[in-house]
């Protein structure tokens, strides 16, 4: 049986502080993917962020809403903790402020702390923020170190239950970051003003292209220092994470800019860091090409297929994308060094994907899932057993599709500002307990 594993982002966990986080519910997670088998746990991106996880203000800070109170308490820093009403929406709010600023007044430095903070990035980090905010930068390097340290032990848990974390890596910050400001070299910059934006040219479903709100990268400089700008972040993620997702591969092949102020009409795609930087990635012997898994969905051009296969890697493919219910048969599934998912965060569940197609398609999937002698009564449950059937390497499925819950679960629509995005939360982990045991041939 191909290794399974399950997508949960760490602010859907359940929490009694409004939001999850690194805290005890995350270890209980944990216990029940070892108990399962399960071998991995994709968690998202954990950078520090304004709520859209791939957006970061740094690549190095951990966001600061995913500090657990109980742990602060465990520390000692923290005395009694207030409770909120559990709910199946995250709260983003500054409830943990005040039991941080606690925690901080009785914070003694360790020789731990010391050596976190000599990394130059988390000071950037700490400085960026206190110029934001007027706060004391010591408060921010204190954050980074309880959270750094929360997460460590988080993953060393995991570890030692034999689950592996992936992480996500996005592929660009936004304009007003750590990262522009201390690496403005690295950005597409002219007279200290952003001169191109991120995004993707006119489709279908948008005129005018997409804006990402995000800067776009000056490949002469970042190869002007043998790119140790993205070298250091990739070993970075690799402590964080297990395995690390790279979002947007076509990027290093090739990215598309947009004109600042101007509409995706008027961009055009360049030429990205490509081999010259995975060339010097890889010099390091302990960076393992099967340590990163890269995300290549969508239109992607010969050239980049051909950067994904000179190193190897482990690509992605989506079932609700690959499955052509007209003619019963999954369009991807010849190669096997792939992870295949249902639907990931940007993707209906499977049962909201079900929901929207009209009888003749719902008939043609019960079809297809026959074919394929998987449940086609139980669609939801169906579609799990084929991800495990079909050629791949790694089948991960979302929370919710073990659920069987429909699309008013949905982690993210891309392109929208509604507010259910990135907010979906457990309220406990019962129902997943009982029904974990679907995520099986």
Partial sequence: MK?????????????NYGIGDFGYEAYEFIDILSENGIKYWEVLPINACDKLPYSPTSYYAI???YISLDKLKEYGLVKRLGKRKIKDRVVYDNYKDKYCREAFSNFKPSPGYRKFI???EIKEYAKFMSDKTGE???YYLFLQYILYKEWMELKKYANSKNVEIIGDMPVYPVFDSAETKYHSKCFEMKNGKFTFEAGTPPDYFNNDGQHW??????????????????????KYYLKLFDKVRVDYFRGYDSFFKIPFGKSGKEGFYVDGVSYGFFDELFKDKSVNVESLIIEDLGDIREETVALREHYGFTRQ???????????????D????????????HDCSTIYGWYKILDDIHKQKLKEFLRKNECNDINVNHGIMQYSLKCKSKIAIVMVQDILGLDDSARINVPGTKDDKNWSWKLTDFNDLRERIHDFTI
Avoid: W
């Fill in 3 to 15: 290794d399974r594993g399950v997508l949960l982002p760490v602010f859907s966990l359940p929490s």
């Fill in 63 to 65: 966001n600061e809403e």
């Fill in 118 to 120: 000599k990394c130059d």
């Fill in 136 to 138: 004391d930068k010591e």
């Fill in 213 to 234: 709100g995000g800067p776009v990268y000056n490949v002469d400089n970042i190869k002007k220092d043998n790119y140790q700008y993205l070298v250091k972040r990739f």
């Fill in 317 to 331: 493919k989506i079932l609700q994308f690959t499955i052509d219910l007209n003619n019963l048969y999954d369009r």
């Fill in 333 to 344: 599934n010849e190669a096997e060094n792939v992870l295949v998912f249902p639907g990931n």
